[in-house]
């Protein structure tokens, strides 16, 4: 049975089903113990599995996924939370160096499977240190998978998934969606694969390929122009590495023309990289250059007019499609 | 620094041969690099721990099969002593199919999870917030297995070795801090690093007790770790122990090290810990001119033995240079 919960709620349902179901589950981060989170994602797990189920850390990140690292050593699958996706840098090598080439230098005998749920995104008033968009960083890394939900049931399904993989797994969680994103999510075990897009949309003329957040104004721009007549075929990738190029390309078969929006900046963002695979594998069915819209190569400014500046929206997505459309 | 004489850890005539076995094959096997090296056999990641063995042996000594050991990347013997074959460890080093990490990585950069031993990266004192986490799943297991965990006086300006020292701090974790300081972080010489005469001061800055010692005298090394050994596994939580040594290599095979004097280097190597500790035996009648040739003709053996492994060992198959990255 599906209800209709928040993105935030589908996240911490996810972390206490999977906490009941396996004892080697367990959350650690700052503040994610006796207060909840700072965005009250852990609310009631301390409670309900105690103290070293549900850890509070000190400011320590590189430690607290150094820490995740160890324990999956010994058959453990930690959740360790970023407070915000912006502080990862600071366990940034824990993450690329240690995690993410175990299996690798250990010859194949060991796994690493710990996730690493980040909050990340802007359009919140965050300023430069609470808004950032991480992935490519963790895109570009062999031995890590990437996933960025944008509904509440993929919320839930995708971090069951990855609390499940043999892999270290960073999950991306958009602080906008965290009480704006609300819809059915089932009860109990549904699982969303990790590398499975999903179709938002059908439409013949364009395709969008999008994920987190930037599925909401993709999805309203394509409305918008379904008045026009033009239809928009949405993608949301859901997992970013490694994303899912069979859906892409099923797609772009029936329309032969891609955008692609995201709300990382554009230099080497995931669009740079879809393109180039779609150059390389796929030429010979474009009708017009691949086509970007994101965020420019700046920081997230704190001033709500500058920041509206910088973020995609259904206007700039509406005119891409546009000049997509036209070529 | 506690004297020779003071220990309360007995230990058997046949245990003070052995120690003196592991001594004279982490010295062999390093030496033997070092020459591999010069003949361009072995290709590079050669970090000597000679000058240092008696910390090797001194820390892991006695240690229980599932007690962890987290080393540093100039502890060869580490492994060899966990149960690493020395001709797979040779194989590791000459990059072969058949070491650790099949050719993916030298060094300690690989690891065994049924012996007991992580590897870490190249990033130093990255291995110390992976060893809390270890510690914590004894701690959370109720377990009374320790884990040591390694890193230079180098590494102790890292923020990971600050990080996981107060972590571990905090829930008393069963880890024993092992600080080798051989005076030198590649060519920078301690009182250019830090400060203060002794890192074990810090271990007061972290709730728990620290101790510097003479770490070319095996047995200092040796009572010292087995007292904080016995604290933690009764729950008493961790210790820094500072050993004082010297690096008579450079920093890698590659290093000249004309930073430091010869006079330096001269009185260093007359506290050799080989022969201290093989005085020390005859003294007590543990000694005798047969054991010591029976000791140093197997040495030879099984140092020739693991070349002989190494060389015959076939090189990686070019199509495992992109597998195990995820599970």
């Known amino acids: 049975m599906a209800r209709e919960i928040a993105y935030m709620d589908a996240?911490?349902?996810?972390?206490?089903?999977?906490?009941?179901?396996?004892?080697?589950?367990?959350?650690?981060?700052?503040?994610?113990?006796?207060?909840?989170?700072?965005?009250?994602?852990?609310?009631?797990?301390?409670?309900?599995?105690?103290?070293?189920?549900?850890?509070?850390?000190?400011?320590?990140?590189?430690?607290?996924?150094?820490?995740?690292?160890?324990?999956s050593l010994r058959g453990y699958r930690p959740v360790a939370e970023m407070q915000f996706g912006d502080f990862i840098t600071c366990g940034f090598d824990q993450i690329v160096n240690q995690a993410a080439t175990l299996r690798y230098r250990y010859g194949g005998r060991v796994s690493c499977p710990i996730v690493v749920r980040a909050p990340v995104g802007g359009n919140v008033a965050g300023g430069l240190y609470h808004s950032q968009n991480p992935e490519s960083w963790f895109v570009h890394r062999p031995g890590l998978k990437v996933?960025?939900?944008?509904?509440?049931?993929?919320?839930?399904?995708?971090?069951?998934?990855?609390?499940?993989?043999?892999?270290?797994?960073?999950?991306?969680?958009?602080?906008?969606?965290?009480?704006?994103?609300?819809?059915?999510?089932?009860?109990?075990?549904?699982?969303?694969?990790?590398?499975?897009?999903?179709?938002?949309?059908?439409?013949?003329?364009?395709?969008?390929?999008?994920y987190g957040a930037m599925a909401l104004p993709s999805l309203e721009a394509a409305d918008r122009l379904a008045k026009e007549g033009v239809e928009v075929e949405v993608i949301d990738l859901r997992t970013l590495s490694p994303w899912d190029k069979a859906a892409v390309f099923a797609s772009l078969d029936k329309t032969n023309r891609l955008l692609v929006v995201h709300e990382d900046v554009k230099t080497l963002g995931l669009g740079a990289e879809i393109s180039a695979v779609i150059m390389e594998e796929k030429f010979d069915v474009l009708d017009a250059p691949v086509m970007r819209v994101t965020y420019p190569d700046s920081h997230c400014p704190f001033s709500h007019v500058l920041e509206q500046a910088n973020l995609p929206n259904a206007d700039k997505i509406v005119d891409a499609i546009r000049r997509l459309a036209a070529y | 620094m506690p004297s020779i004489k003071r220990h309360k850890f007995k230990l058997t005539t046949e245990q003070l041969q052995e120690m003196l076995y592991w001594l004279k094959l982490i010295r062999a096997f390093d030496e033997r690099l070092s020459i591999l090296v010069r003949q361009g056999r072995v290709r590079s990641g050669v970090y000597s721990s000679i000058g240092q063995e008696a910390i090797v042996v001194g820390t892991c000594f006695g240690l229980q099969k599932d007690d962890y050991i987290a080393p540093l990347h100039r502890d060869l013997g580490t492994f060899l002593m966990k149960g690493v074959s020395p001709g797979v460890m040779m194989a590791q080093m000459y990059a072969r199919a058949t070491g650790l990490s099949k050719g993916r990585d030298s060094a300690l950069h690989s690891g065994v999870p049924e012996l007991g031993i992580f590897g870490n990266t190249s990033m130093l004192g990255a291995n110390t917030p992976v060893a809390a986490g270890i510690a914590l799943t004894y701690k959370l297991e109720q377990r009374d297995n320790v884990v040591l965990a390694y890193f230079g006086e180098g590494a102790a300006n890292t923020g990971d070795v600050h990080e996981a020292m107060n972590f571990a701090g905090v829930h008393k974790l069963p880890v024993v801090f092992i600080c080798e300081n051989n005076v030198y972080s590649y060519s920078m010489p301690i009182e250019k690093s830090m400060a203060i005469e002794d890192v074990a001061v810090r271990a007061e800055g972290y709730g728990f007790d620290g101790v510097a010692i003479n770490g070319n005298d095996v047995l200092a090394v040796y009572q010292a770790t087995q007292g904080a050994i016995a604290r933690a596994r009764a729950g008493d939580g961790p210790t820094l122990i500072e050993c004082?040594?010297?690096?008579?290599?450079?920093?890698?095979?590659?290093?000249?090290?004309?930073?430091?004097?010869?006079?330096?280097?001269?009185?260093?190597?007359?506290?050799?810990?080989?022969?201290?500790?093989?005085?020390?035996?005859?003294?007590?009648?543990?000694?005798?001119?047969?054991?010591?040739?029976?000791?140093?003709?197997?040495?030879?053996?099984?140092?020739?033995?693991a070349v002989a492994f190494a060389e015959d060992s076939p090189h990686p198959d070019p199509s495992e240079a992109a597998t195990d990255l995820y599970a």
Not at chain 2, 251 to 263: L, T
């Open chain 1, 147 to 210: 996933v960025a939900p944008s509904t509440p049931w993929d919320a839930k399904g995708l971090l069951k998934a990855a609390i499940r993989d043999d892999n270290p797994v960073i999950y991306l969680e958009h602080k906008y969606l965290y009480r704006r994103a609300k819809g059915p999510v089932p009860e109990g075990d549904e699982i969303v694969p990790i590398g499975q897009a999903a179709v938002r949309r059908e439409g013949g003329d364009i395709t969008l390929v999008t």
């Open chain 2, 244 to 305: 004082k040594t010297y690096r008579w290599h450079g920093h890698s095979e590659h290093d000249p090290a004309f930073y430091r004097s010869d006079e330096e280097l001269a009185m260093w190597k007359s506290r050799d810990p080989l022969p201290t500790f093989t005085t020390y035996l005859r003294a007590r009648d543990v000694l005798t001119d047969e054991l010591l040739l029976e000791i140093e003709t197997r040495v030879r053996r099984e140092i020739d033995e």
């Open chain 1, 11 to 71: 996240i911490r349902e996810a972390l206490r089903e999977e906490m009941a179901r396996d004892p080697h589950v367990f959350v650690l981060g700052e503040d994610v113990g006796v207060y909840g989170g700072a965005f009250g994602i852990t609310k009631g797990l301390y409670e309900e599995f105690g103290e070293y189920r549900c850890l509070d850390t000190p400011i320590s990140e590189s430690c607290i996924i150094g820490v995740s690292v160890g324990a």
